[in-house]
Structures are given as C-alpha cells and as structure tokens.
C-alpha cells in the first residue's frame, strides 16, 4: 500500500527528502481542495459580472494585456497560452527536477490563490504518482513572467499534448493518456496563466541544488580533513577558541566538525617539523564556514519561495480582489542562486589546492604520490583535470542576475535572468562532486604512505570502505576509471 504526503500550508526540505527518498504520494488535504474550490467558484461568479478587463482572464498576454477576449473564447485562449508558450530548446530537464518541478507546482496552486480547477491540481498530482514526467526543456526562461517556457511544457500533458517519460520511455502525451484511459484536461480561464507563471523551474533547481549542497558541505570537511592528516597538518587551526572571537555561525561549525572527524588521530597528533599549514589546509573552517553560511542563506529563499504563490494575476476572494502584480518576478532566487554557486565553487577551488599540495612532493610524500615517479606519472594529472573543472565554475559563476533583456514588445523591461543562475549552479554541483572525487583519490593514496601510523577512527573507516571501490595505486593505470569509482562512492 503507497505512503501519502499530504499537501498542505507549508513544505520543507526534511519533507522533500522524505518524499523523494521514501516513493511518497501526494494527496491534496481537505483544507487545500476547499481553499481551491472556493477560488475557482469565485473566480467564476465574478466572471458574471465582470465588466471591465482584468489581466489574463479576459484580455490578452504581455503587450497584447489590452486585447479584450469574449467569455465564450476564454478556454481556447487559456488553451492557446500553454501551446504557444511551449518554445523550450537546448537540453532536457532531469527527470528528478522535473518531479520537483510538479510538487512545486502543486503546492504553489494549493494555496487557493489562482483561480484553477480542483481537478487540474489533482492530475497534477497523478502525473507526480504514477511517474508521468513531462518533457521539459532547460533554455527558454527569463526568469521573470514567472518560468514560461518550461513551465508550458511541464503543462502540455495536462492538455494531451506534448511529451512525457512513462515506464521507461518518452511517449507522446496523447498515448499515455490513452493507455491509462485519462481524459486531457479543459482549462477554464486563467488556468492556463496560472499555470505557466510561477517560478517553479527556478526553484527546483534551487531546492535540488540546496539538497546536494548540504551533503557537499559536509563531504568537503571529511575530504578535506582526510588530506589534512594526509599532509602532516596541525590541529592548531581548529581551536575552538580562535572561532569564538571570530563567531561566524559557519566557521564555528566546520571547526568542531573538523575536531569531531580527526579525534583519536595518531598523525594529527604527532610532533610536527613545520609551524604552519598553507591556506587550503590552515582556513578550512573560514573558507567552507562561509560557504556553509551561504548555503544556509540560499536554503532560506528556496524555503520562503516554495510556499508562495507566484502565480500572476493573484485571486483574493475573502478580501473580492483580484491583483496584476509581479510575484512570479525571480529576483530574489536569481541573486541567491548566484551565490550559491559561487559558494560551492570555492568548495572546489580549495579542495584542488589541497589536491596540489599532496602531489607536490612536500613532508615526506613522494612526488604524485607515486613510488617511482619518473616510470610512473603517479597523479599528477587529475589534478590538472580538478584544475580545468575549477576553471570552469569560475567562468559558471558569472552572475545571471546582473543582466536582463527587454522582452515583450518593452512590457517586460526587467527581467532576473534567474533560469539560467539554475541551470549554472545545477552544473556548479556537478563539477564539485568531481573535485572532491578527485581530492579524496589523492587523499587515500596519500594516506599508505604515513602506514603504520593512523588517522581516526572516522578517517579509517572511510578510507576502509573507498579501499573496498578503489584500491591503492602502485604504478600506472587508467584514472579516469578510478575518478568515476570515487563519485559513485561518494554519492551513489
């Protein structure tokens, strides 16, 4: 028997891992249904009335807001919204964010704030249980009339049209709906709109880069205080009372968890030749500490996001007011998205320097940390390949949200650009689970060079477990290989 979540006021992100992690269903709560019904009947008593053009449910979209529309055209033109709209190109969404991409949705709508049917939520929600990911594609959003693109094509299957994964392949959405005997859906006004804006492309992204960002974190320390025992570093760094006249939340967190992971260390402890530790080793808590801290910043918009409704117009039925204004406008994730992925970034880029020092032939390991370098290249080269990708995230942190492009015919003048701040931090993710891979492959080799003498009880059980994946390296062999064990290892 399936395990149900059900939607209701607020989600976060402990929610989001259980349902992913656990299959969970989603099921609308009581509440929810009501709250969505009492606004689409709203919605529709007003339409009775109405005398005057009210953006998006009897008038034109962008610049043509001031083309009224006939009550008998209003479906078609809700119809027309989602199908004109779907003009994303480039590469496909990753079926993981996609699913976000439908809970997003889903929660956004279930506020009873926009004016759609009970029934277009519920499907929703069966597309979400029965794996039926649309189609979507990453290039085509502005990031500003909410995620138009994408979010169109997210819609399309609502309506029977364009594609989705089902049971392991892309099927026509036509197909699936009548394989399973389920009729499209017919939008009513503002449907289509209400679908459409929002900005659940970007907050996906974000969540999901979140989510990977708290486990990065978290390796990073672990990577980074294995290479510390492996290089002969000081414990001294860590003193608790050092962080305490600097209390940046952060930096007081990746101290302890530094002096939590090298506890019990024969090496750490150990009579040292040298006074002091280079920067990558020395600032570890400074560096991933304000990393940590944005991390935690960029969770606190994606949390605030998720449970808003950022769909435009807005429907207020308790107060009879029915608003044009700018809630699907992304600036507040594209600025956060941005510097979540130069947050992760210097992730990289200190992990690459601890990478260098290890290979460097420095305090008693050999160079590339090869027995006989010279026959043998030992590893030098992913370090050139941890390099290329650090290189890489510098170029990816770029902030999107400096720029904008006037669209619309002028009527959309300001523009966050937060779409692709997603899709670049989403890549920025990719390439730091590289980076540690990398750093911890030369880390553990590192290590049997300091044998007999032992790091703590974590360190070894770690390098225990990756023994078992990768094994030593006494001469030469293809890297690339044990570079894709050390990432499965890590984060399989």
Same mark, same amino acid.
């Given at each position: 028997?399936?395990?149900?979540?059900?939607?209701?006021?607020?989600?976060?992100?402990?929610?989001?891992?259980?349902?992913? #992690?656990?299959?969970?269903?989603?099921?609308?709560?009581?509440? #929810?249904?009501?709250?969505?019904?009492?606004?689409?009947?709203?919605?529709?008593?007003?339409?009775?009335?109405?005398?005057?053009? !009210?953006?998006?449910?009897?008038?034109?979209?962008? $610049?043509?807001?001031?083309?009224?529309?006939?009550?008998?055209?209003?479906?078609?033109?809700?119809?027309? =919204?989602?199908?004109?709209?779907?003009?994303?190109?480039?590469?496909?969404?990753?079926?993981?964010?996609?699913?976000?991409? &439908? &809970?997003?949705?889903?929660?956004?709508?279930?506020?009873?704030?926009?004016?759609?049917?009970?029934?277009?939520?519920? *499907?929703?929600?069966?597309?979400?249980?029965?794996?039926?990911?649309?189609?979507?594609?990453?290039?085509?959003?502005?990031?500003?009339?909410?995620?138009?693109?994408?979010?169109?094509?997210?819609? =399309?299957?609502?309506?029977?049209?364009?594609?989705?994964?089902?049971?392991?392949?892309?099927?026509?959405?036509?197909?699936?709906?009548?394989?399973?005997?389920?009729?499209?859906?017919?939008?009513?006004?503002?449907?289509?709109?209400?679908?459409?804006?929002?900005?659940?492309?970007?907050?996906?992204?974000?969540?999901?880069?979140?989510? +990977?960002?708290?486990?990065?974190? *978290?390796?990073?320390?672990?990577?980074?205080?294995?290479?510390?025992?492996?290089?002969?570093? *000081?414990?001294?760094?860590?003193?608790?009372?050092?962080?305490?006249?600097?209390?940046? /939340?952060?930096?007081?967190?990746?101290?302890?968890?530094?002096?939590? &992971?090298?506890?019990?260390?024969? &090496?750490?402890?150990?009579?040292?030749?040298?006074?002091? /530790?280079?920067?990558?080793?020395?600032?570890?808590?400074?560096?991933?500490?304000?990393?940590?801290?944005?991390?935690?910043?960029?969770?606190?918009?994606?949390?605030?996001?998720?449970? #808003?409704?950022?769909?435009?117009?807005? !429907? @207020?039925?308790?107060?009879?007011?029915?608003?044009?204004?700018?809630? @699907?406008?992304?600036?507040? =994730?594209? =600025?956060?998205? /941005?510097?979540? $992925?130069?947050?992760?970034?210097?992730?990289?880029?200190?992990?690459?320097?601890?990478?260098?020092?290890?290979?460097?032939?420095?305090?008693?390991?050999?160079?590339?940390?090869?027995?006989?370098?010279?026959?043998?290249?030992?590893?030098?080269?992913?370090?050139?390949?941890?390099?290329?990708?650090?290189?890489?995230?510098? +170029?990816?942190?770029?902030?999107?949200?400096?720029?904008?492009?006037?669209?619309?015919?002028?009527?959309?003048?300001?523009?966050?650009?937060?779409?692709?701040?997603?899709?670049?931090?989403?890549?920025?993710?990719?390439?730091?689970?590289?980076?540690?891979?990398?750093?911890?492959?030369?880390?553990?080799? $590192?290590?049997?060079?300091? *044998?007999?003498?032992? #790091?703590?009880?974590?360190?070894?059980?770690?390098?225990? /477990?990756?023994?078992?994946?990768?094994?030593?390296?006494?001469?030469?062999?293809?890297?690339?290989?044990?570079?894709?064990?050390?990432?499965?290892?890590?984060?399989?």
């Amino acid at each position: 028997m399936a395990s149900y979540f059900t939607i209701n006021d607020h989600l976060d992100f402990d929610s989001i891992q259980d349902i992913f #992690s656990d299959g969970l269903q989603l099921k609308l709560s009581a509440q #929810s249904k009501a709250k969505i019904a009492k606004c689409r009947k709203y919605l529709d008593q007003k339409l009775k009335n109405l005398g005057s053009p !009210v953006y998006g449910i009897n008038t034109g979209f962008g $610049a043509l807001y001031n083309k009224s529309i006939s009550h008998d055209d209003l479906g078609t033109l809700q119809r027309n =919204l989602v199908m004109s709209h779907a003009c994303g190109t480039g590469e496909e969404v990753p079926k993981e964010i996609v699913k976000l991409m &439908l &809970l997003l949705k889903i929660q956004g709508l279930s506020y009873g704030n926009s004016g759609v049917q009970v029934e277009t939520v519920q *499907r929703l929600i069966d597309f979400f249980n029965h794996d039926i990911l649309p189609v979507v594609y990453q290039q085509g959003s502005l990031g500003a009339s909410g995620d138009l693109a994408p979010l169109a094509h997210l819609s =399309l299957p609502l309506i029977g049209e364009g594609e989705v994964f089902y049971e392991g392949e892309k099927q026509s959405s036509k197909a699936v709906l009548k394989k399973i005997n389920w009729k499209p859906i017919q939008l009513q006004s503002k449907e289509g709109l209400a679908l459409l804006n929002g900005t659940q492309f970007m907050s996906a992204y974000g969540v999901w880069c979140v989510m +990977q960002s708290f486990n990065l974190a *978290r390796l990073a320390d672990i990577i980074g205080a294995t290479s510390l025992d492996a290089y002969d570093g *000081r414990i001294e760094p860590f003193d608790p009372l050092l962080h305490q006249i600097r209390a940046h /939340d952060g930096q007081q967190e990746v101290a302890a968890h530094m002096n939590e &992971l090298l506890k019990g260390s024969q &090496l750490i402890r150990r009579k040292k030749e040298h006074v002091q /530790d280079p920067y990558s080793f020395r600032c570890i808590p400074q560096v991933h500490g304000a990393s940590r801290d944005a991390i935690h910043y960029a969770a606190m918009v994606m949390e605030t996001e998720i449970n #808003s409704v950022t769909d435009n117009p807005t !429907v @207020f039925p308790d107060e009879d007011k029915i608003i044009s204004g700018g809630n @699907f406008h992304g600036q507040p =994730l594209a =600025l956060a998205l /941005d510097f979540l $992925a130069i947050a992760l970034a210097e992730l990289g880029s200190i992990s690459e320097r601890r990478t260098y020092l290890l290979i460097s032939g420095q305090r008693g390991l050999p160079p590339f940390l090869v027995a006989d370098p010279g026959l043998n290249s030992g590893f030098m080269i992913p370090q050139y390949t941890a390099a290329g990708i650090v290189s890489q995230n510098k +170029q990816l942190c770029t902030p999107s949200s400096v720029d904008s492009i006037t669209s619309s015919n002028g009527q959309e003048d300001h523009v966050s650009m937060g779409a692709n701040a997603a899709t670049k931090v989403f890549r920025v993710v990719e390439n730091i689970k590289t980076i540690l891979s990398i750093e911890l492959l030369n880390a553990a080799q $590192a290590m049997e060079f300091r *044998r007999p003498m032992k #790091s703590s009880a974590v360190i070894e059980k770690l390098i225990a /477990d990756y023994r078992k994946e990768v094994s030593f390296m006494k001469q030469d062999r293809i890297l690339f290989t044990d570079i894709q064990k050390t990432r499965e290892f890590l984060f399989s």
